[in-house]
């Protein structure tokens, strides 16, 4: 069992891009805004996702992003990056870990299937993840990294995306990054698994094979990157 430890968990404004309507599979773009999640805790405070990181000119062109530097969005949340202890991004695309140079020094923990990924021509900009200071805690699955903080895998978007379980007073949080880019799309799924433990008969839509583990957890909340939405059980 995690040990029921609260928190406050604050989310930051850090920017949107435009994903064009090739992406989206429609025929019109979709503005997305950037959210990273400030955990304060006994042990410190945890920033979970960093940003959107200067990118190539073609890339800048395709997405379009309008960035909000971490350290503003820090400053509105009344700290700063020296204030911060730890980070954790949810895997490490651009507009994910944008953020983390800043924040040389610090521990960043991350999948190690991640790591390799990223390391890799073409799955995100390399001066965001190798720079000066960087500071990398390789995980290889589910793993307590403080009393009541959980890093669960949720491979799908990348490889290595993971998702951050909260034992809270109040009931579980979950900070569930790109796993979904809706909290709608989380909760079909949440829906598909129920109808299958339910019983009922095939065909059901197809469920991501760590939606299980989530569930299981029992969670009150699940926040997302992408999403200002919040999920929360039918039951309240």
Avoid: K
Avoid at 41 to 63: K, Q, S
Avoid at 128 to 146: C, K, Q, S, T
Avoid at 206 to 231: K, M, N, Q, S
Wanted: charged fraction near 25%; proline fraction near 10%; include cysteine.
């Amino acid at each position: 069992m995690m040990t029921v430890r609260d928190a406050e968990v604050r989310r930051l404004d850090l920017g949107y891009f435009v994903r064009p309507a090739v992406e989206v599979g429609g025929p019109e773009p979709r503005v997305e805004p950037a959210y990273g999640y400030l955990v304060r805790r006994p042990e410190g405070l945890l920033l979970f996702d960093t940003g959107i990181g200067a990118v190539d000119p073609d890339t800048e062109a395709h997405y379009r992003p309008r960035r909000r530097p971490l350290a503003t969005a820090l400053d509105a949340a009344g700290v700063g990056p020296d204030d911060i202890t730890l980070v954790v991004n949810c895997h490490l695309h651009f507009d994910h870990c944008g953020g983390n140079p800043a924040l040389a020094g610090r521990p960043i923990v991350v999948q190690r299937t991640e790591l390799t990924v990223a390391r890799t021509p073409g799955h995100t900009i390399p001066e965001l993840v190798d720079f000066p200071g960087a500071r990398y805690e390789e995980l290889d699955g589910e793993a307590e990294i403080w009393p009541g903080v959980r890093i669960v895998p949720t491979p799908g978007h990348t490889a290595g995306h993971q998702s951050l379980v909260l034992r809270q007073l109040d009931g579980t949080v979950i900070l569930a990054g790109q796993a979904r880019d809706f909290a709608t799309g989380y909760g079909s799924d949440e829906l598909a698994l129920r109808a299958s433990r339910d019983g009922v008969a095939a065909p059901l839509p197809p469920v991501p094979a760590w939606l299980p583990r989530l569930v299981d957890l029992d969670p009150a909340r699940i926040l997302f990157a992408h999403d200002g939405a919040v999920w929360e059980p039918a039951s309240g």
